[in-house]
């Protein structure tokens, strides 16, 4: 695949594949250090990520939408609240880009971890501080960052 050609999009998908086999073991050591049982479960959760992403980037071959099938870091995800219909925006993405004000979380945060890899119609029971809420995922799009 040539880099030249790539969408912004494939771009991003190529970057966090490349990240991920670079930078696995450095990020497992950061955000799960003296934690074997949770780095474990993280280091399986990564392989699926990875797995999602590279199925992404056949998926989406050719597409010049920014429409996703699947929540990936870097998505911009509406959510509908069943209970009350609200309708909410958040961006996934790297911790070190989170602004909360700006609905940009991290793919690691509880909320983050709960909403990736799901697809546009999923019905999700999301634990939240506030207690459960139940969501349906009503679109993804792609937003570069």
Sequence with gaps: MNR????PLHRRLVEQLVYFDEQRIPFLDLHFTGKQAERQKASQWLDQYVSTV????HETAGNTTSDLPRVVI????TLHYVEDGYEEQLT???????DPDAGR???LSPLGRQLLMHAVDDTLRLEMPMGTAEVIVRAIRFVDW
């Design 4 to 7: 030249s050609t790539l969408t």
């Design 92 to 98: 996934i993405c790297f911790p070190e880009q989170t």
């Design 74 to 77: 870097g998505s911009q995800v």
């Design 54 to 57: 590279e199925s992404l980037l």
């Design 105 to 107: 979380i991290s793919f």
